[in-house]
């Protein structure tokens, strides 16, 4: 097992530790919305991509009802199948997932007759992350590819505190974040 494969087990068993061992009404009060720093580098009518968290990421559906409810677009990442690119498309009900499917990959993502979007800000999922922005992700490349292909595009980690670490093993393909976000603290990267 290679030095990242490695480090993705043994976050995500830290990662699942911390958030079981949260309350769930605290769970509920986190990641509600954005913080101000974060909305700004969305303007209105921007769109804003995110992700559909699994029970241990850190929650993006806070953020996409804020977003909807503040005059921006979101979107989500689709696939067309298995080994196809991500691409993103756009998310109309952040409230109640009607207009979602489930996607090769098992998560939820928009049916296939919804709009392809461009965000020019993209919230991205992370096992861990430094404070200087650097991030580990889930090992698929998918959006490591997705940001090689879109640079103009602002990337913003969502975390949980716990998810931080003092370095990270990286690769010339990597990109850091422009900020992380936690439910205590806001980590402007150098990205």
């Known amino acids: 097992m290679n030095e ?6 043994e976050m995500r068993a830290s ?4 958030v ?21 580098l969305v303007p209105e009518g921007g769109m804003v991509g995110l992700y559909h968290a699994n029970p241990y990421e850190a929650p993006t559906r806070g953020y996409g009802k804020w977003f909807f409810e503040n005059g921006r677009h ?4 689709r696939f067309a199948g298995r080994g196809q690119p991500m691409r993103f498309h756009v998310w109309r009900d952040p409230f109640e997932d009607s207009d979602l499917e489930l996607g ?22 992370l096992l861990a992350f430094t404070a200087a922005g650097h991030r580990l992700g889930q090992g698929g490349g998918h959006y490591d590819r997705w940001l090689a292909e879109n640079p103009q595009v602002i990337p913003i980690g969502l975390a949980w505190d716990g ?3 003092d370095a990270l093993p990286l690769e010339p393909h990597d990109r850091l974040l422009h900020a992380v976000v936690t439910p205590t603290r806001l980590y402007e990267g150098e990205g």
């Open 15 to 18: 990662r699942r530790a911390h």
């Open 20 to 40: 079981e061992a949260l309350p769930q009404v605290t769970r509920a009060l986190l990641f509600l919305r954005p913080p101000s720093p974060l909305a700004a």
């Open 104 to 125: 090769p990959y098992g998560h939820l993502q928009p049916q296939a007759d919804a709009a392809e979007a461009s965000p020019g800000l993209v919230i991205v999922p």
């Open 4 to 9: 990242k494969q490695k480090l993705r087990t």
């Open 163 to 165: 998810q931080l670490v």
């Open 74 to 77: 979101i979107a989500l990442p």
